[in-house]
């Protein structure tokens, strides 16, 4: 079987500062090189708190940011261009303000007919059709095209989002943070209907979270980041209960959850490192209780740890 | 579009720019049609007659040339010109604002230093330099003043555009396939096409000013050709002799500017979002209080909160937003209030120390008892008292809590120089031990740092700081960690509990994670559409909620370590607050909603320490209550 998507060592440095003429003050590193494999039909989680690349990636997998380095393969194809209309028949992306997706000014009909049009180049009734089609399967009634976004709570546009991805037809959808601004009661009904989505297309999804329980719901697996890069990467199953990077093991013992006393999992001082002076070694070493001279030299590569996990760490921990 | 109108019109000042403005502009297209005598006809045996000759209803100028048909045809050409130069200015100011703000980044840079080296003559001079080179004449004259306009509107424009291409909707619209100049004209052009139409109502009057003012350097229109520049001009050697001849074209200049002005400011003042929905009108620094029914005191605990209702009146429609929600926090004490976006447990917050923007909030009953004394209605006097020294707030988002410009040392220092009478040492000296409580590492250096400079966990614990800087009895913590990451909202969560152990605070949380509230409080309140429906000591509650709605709600968030699944949801979204259904809220959404559910109200039914406001619920309360 074939990867639906390959990401070979990509990575992105943003110049911070730039005069007019000559180069930039400082380089920031937002992603540092990442290789990551999705198979096709499934679903790998993200990971990540903020600042830590995962919005940057999704990015640059969609094409609207190109890397600085590394190449990206969908389904055998090679993307280099960061033509994002070249990526859009291939890779869609749902963004996280559902709200804020869409253009005020346009009707749910202009919206959604807009990839229809310029990535297809259908004619009206062929569109008419559809638009119908999709909008039956993410539950959205006829009636709602000719609304505008502002009418809408937060729930239903983030249907019409994933409608206008969808009616891209795409192999993969890039989902940053989906259910991140919608209440509870309502985020589970638009993570069924992306479950449902995913088996009734046989799509791939990339679902970005800074919410792990979210993540181990909908993933097959997760790729947890710190500091842009990939410091662990496993079944979502497994690497949570048995976590071999340190930062793994603080996210799952941040998350609040009922039953569990309330302590703080790590010293009261601890601090991100400065992306414009970052540290050399292990970007987490500052704050890992298991830090050695090692860690603060050498910067650990991703190194199989047992089964299909993957951990970038000197010192993990058992299993 | 009537909404546009109605605002306009309740504007009376805009109203009557506008009246007045729209007879200059009818006067103006019809002036052709009416038996006015020729404007260029010279008959110097009646020059300078003086108004209400004869056959002169305005009198003559120098060259005994009628007034009154001068000053109509001066009119129609000033407006003309005017209103072409705005256009023109506008058409060209917005294609390049739009572009530079799209692309941003060196191409932005270099037309924008363009269009600032074009701002930095005076533009009078600009435009005297353009019509020197063009030559004088009425077109060129055009041309100089929308040429001299053309970096306001770009200016204008692209900082709204720069706005727009952030947003995610731009991105989406690549990814449908749009190019630049599609995503230039589909999508940002009807975004910032209201800013184009203010920005030009603004300054269509200055316009004609200024194309007067070459009129009446000469270098606009040539003689015999009248407008109200050159007629001024022309009057100007008589103006001693004959004054009439020079004020009947400036008085019609004053009538125009005037009223476009007062007519623009309207638009504007209509069409801009931020002023529609109530910026014009400032807040009160008290929430309004109408109250039909006051319980009677002195209350229960360090904050008793009875049967408290707050409204939102918006035209003809009221907002529901709290409704009979009765709270009482002991002393030491955190109490959880939990609910889904729009419940009303802000309101709530708000509504205790009159917070709620008034107009449109309006608290229509209840009380708040704080040491005895009912809060609500209380003189504005008292109220800024306590605000900050007895209950203190915390809030969502701690970059906009903290006012950009200040340290935040001084800013801890301003809050305890409201209530203390200190020294500006002593106060300096205490805020530096705050921050030391919040734990925050190197308080000495981190209290002169601005509070950009600081991460978001730290400025949360800036605003805790702050927050405990009178050493108030009660905080209302409103979300306090919903910004911030799962490790750095542990650290808080933790600093918050050992805050309220070490010190004896009550705490009123607000928040929509049970995960947050099971860790940290002690009783648990849970709202759905203004109304509590649950109520009791977290532990119980969450074991074995009684109401529908918060049994449904605990089984819709996924909790970590549970492998992949399905997801539980409540079918359905909760009900807007200005359409309430007679009965139980809840009902249309519940499963067990039998007909009387949806007909009529219920109280919430006490029963030890927790209360449910349900006629099925899922736990018998009482019983449980019998058997503990």
Redesign the interface.
């Known amino acids: 079987m074939t990867a639906a998507l390959r990401l070979e060592r990509i990575s992105k440095t943003f110049p911070v500062g730039?005069p007019?003429i000559g180069a930039p003050r400082a380089l920031v590193r937002a992603v540092r090189p990442v290789t990551l494999e999705v198979e096709t039909g499934e679903t790998l989680g993200v990971v990540g708190?903020?600042g830590c690349g995962k919005s940057t990636l999704a990015?640059m997998l969609?094409?609207?940011e190109p890397p600085s380095t590394g190449a990206i393969e969908i389904e055998g194809q090679q993307f280099d261009n960061a033509d994002?209309?070249a990526?859009?028949r291939m890779i869609?992306?749902v963004?996280?303000?559902p709200i804020?997706?869409?253009?005020?000014?346009?009707t749910v009909r202009q919206?959604i007919e807009?990839?229809l049009r310029?990535?297809y180049g259908m004619n009206r009734a062929d569109r008419a059709a559809r638009i119908s089609e999709i909008f039956d399967s993410v539950n959205l009634r006829e009636e709602f095209l000719d609304r505008y976004p502002h009418e809408f709570?937060g729930?239903q546009a983030q249907r019409i989002?994933i409608a206008?991805?969808l009616a891209?037809a795409p192999r993969i959808l890039v989902l940053d943070e989906p259910v991140s601004a919608l209440?509870?009661?309502?985020?589970?009904?638009v993570?069924?209907l992306l479950?449902r989505l995913k088996a009734e297309f046989g799509l791939t999804y990339l679902f970005i979270s800074?919410?792990?329980?979210?993540v181990?719901?909908?993933?097959?697996r997760v790729a947890v980041m710190y500091f842009g890069a990939v410091v662990e990467i496993g079944s979502?199953?497994r690497i949570?209960?048995a976590p071999r990077h340190p930062y793994t093991r603080?996210?799952?013992?941040?998350?609040?959850?009922?039953?569990?006393?309330?302590?703080?999992?790590?010293g009261?001082?601890t601090?991100?490192p400065d992306p414009l002076n970052p540290p050399t070694g292990c970007a987490f070493a500052a704050r890992c209780p298991r830090a050695s001279d090692l860690c603060r030299r050498v910067e650990p590569e991703l190194k199989p740890m047992e089964e299909d996990q993957l951990a970038a760490c000197h010192h993990p921990l058992d299993p | 579009m009537i909404a546009f109108l109605k605002l306009l019109a309740r504007n009376r000042m805009a109203a009557a720019g506008g009246i007045v403005l729209s007879f200059v502009v009818a006067l103006a297209v019809v002036t052709p049609l009416l038996p006015l005598q020729p404007p260029d006809v010279t008959n110097t045996a009646n020059r300078f007659l003086p108004p209400f000759s004869e056959g002169h209803l305005l009198g003559t100028d120098h060259l005994g040339r009628d007034l009154l048909s001068r000053l109509m045809w001066g009119t129609r050409l000033s407006l003309a010109v005017g209103a072409a130069a705005a256009i023109i200015a506008a058409v060209i100011g917005s294609a390049i604002g739009i572009v530079a703000g799209y692309f941003g980044g060196r191409t932005d840079n270099i037309i924008m230093r363009i269009v600032d080296m074009l701002m930095a003559f005076p533009y009078i001079l600009l435009a005297l330099a353009i019509v020197a080179a063009l030559g004088p004449g009425l077109m060129n004259a055009l041309i100089a003043v929308a040429a001299v306009n053309i970096p306001f509107f770009a200016r204008n424009i692209r900082g709204v555009t720069v706005g727009l291409a952030g947003r995610e909707f731009i991105d989406a619209a690549k990814l449908a396939g749009m190019g630049h100049g599609r995503i230039l004209a589909q999508e940002l052009l009807p975004n910032v096409v209201p800013v184009i139409v203010i920005a030009m109502s603004t300054t269509i009057g200055w316009m004609i000013l200024e194309t007067a003012g070459l009129s009446f350097l000469g270098l606009g229109s040539q003689p015999p050709q009248a407008d109200l520049g050159s007629m001024l001009g022309e009057a100007r050697s008589a103006l001693i002799t004959n004054p009439h001849t020079s004020v009947v074209p400036g008085l019609m200049i004053f009538v125009i500017v005037m009223s476009i002005n007062l007519f623009g400011d309207g638009v504007r003042d209509a069409l801009d979002p931020r002023l529609r929905s109530g910026a014009l009108t400032r807040p009160r620094p008290a929430t309004i209080v109408d109250r039909d029914n006051v319980p009677d005191g002195p209350g229960d605990g360090v904050l008793d909160i009875r049967a408290l209702e707050t409204q939102f009146h918006v035209g003809p429609r009221v907002y529901r937003a709290v409704n009979e929600v009765s709270l009482a926090v002991q002393p030491g004490e955190c109490l959880g209030v939990i609910g889904e976006s729009g419940s009303g447990k802000s309101v709530t917050a708000l509504s205790v120390m009159g917070l709620v923007a008034s107009p449109p909030g309006v608290i229509t009953g209840g009380a708040v008892f704080h040491d005895g004394h009912d809060l609500i209605g209380a003189p504005y006097r008292d109220l800024r008292r306590l605000r900050g020294d007895k209950v203190a707030y915390i809030f969502q988002d701690p970059l906009a809590t903290l006012h950009p410009l200040y340290r935040v040392g001084d800013q801890l220092a301003e809050a305890i120089l409201v209530h203390h009478r200190v020294g500006k040492a002593e106060a300096r000296a205490r805020a530096v031990a705050l921050l030391k409580s919040v734990r925050i590492p190197n308080a000495e250096r981190r209290i002169d740092a601005y509070p950009h400079e600081l991460s978001g966990g730290m400025r949360q614990r800036v605003g805790i700081a702050m927050a405990l800087a009178n050493d108030p009895e009660v905080i209302i913590a409103d979300e306090p960690t919903t910004a911030l990451d799962v490790t750095v909202q542990a650290q808080i969560l933790a600093l918050l509990d050992d805050l309220r152990r070490e010190r004896g605070l009550s705490i009123l949380f607000i928040t929509h994670d049970f995960g947050v509230v099971a860790q940290l409080c002690d009783r648990v309140a849970v709202m759905y559409a203004g109304r509590i429906v649950e109520e009791g000591p977290t532990a119980e509650v969450l074991a074995a909620p009684a109401h529908p709605y918060t049994k449904r709600l605990i089984a819709c968030v996924p909790e970590l370590g549970q492998g992949r699944r399905e997801l539980a949801a409540i079918p359905g979204l909760p009900p807007a607050v200005d359409r309430l259904p007679a009965g139980c809220h809840f009902a249309p959404r519940c499963d067990k909603a039998r007909e009387i559910c949806g007909q009529e109200p219920l109280p919430l039914a006490r029963s030890g320490a927790r209360a449910v406001r349900c006629r099925f619920p899922e736990e018998d309360i009482a019983s449980q209550e019998d058997t503990a």
């Open positions: 730039k007019l708190e903020s990015r969609v094409g609207l994002p209309a990526f859009g869609q992306y963004f996280q303000d804020s997706s869409l253009n005020p000014r346009k919206i807009t990839p310029r990535l709570s729930g989002g206008r991805a891209a209440d509870v009661s309502v985020q589970a009904q993570l069924n479950a800074h919410d792990l329980a979210v181990e719901a909908v993933s097959d979502a199953k949570f209960n603080l996210l799952a013992d941040s998350a609040p959850v009922v039953g569990r006393p309330l302590r703080a999992p790590e009261k001082d601090e991100l």
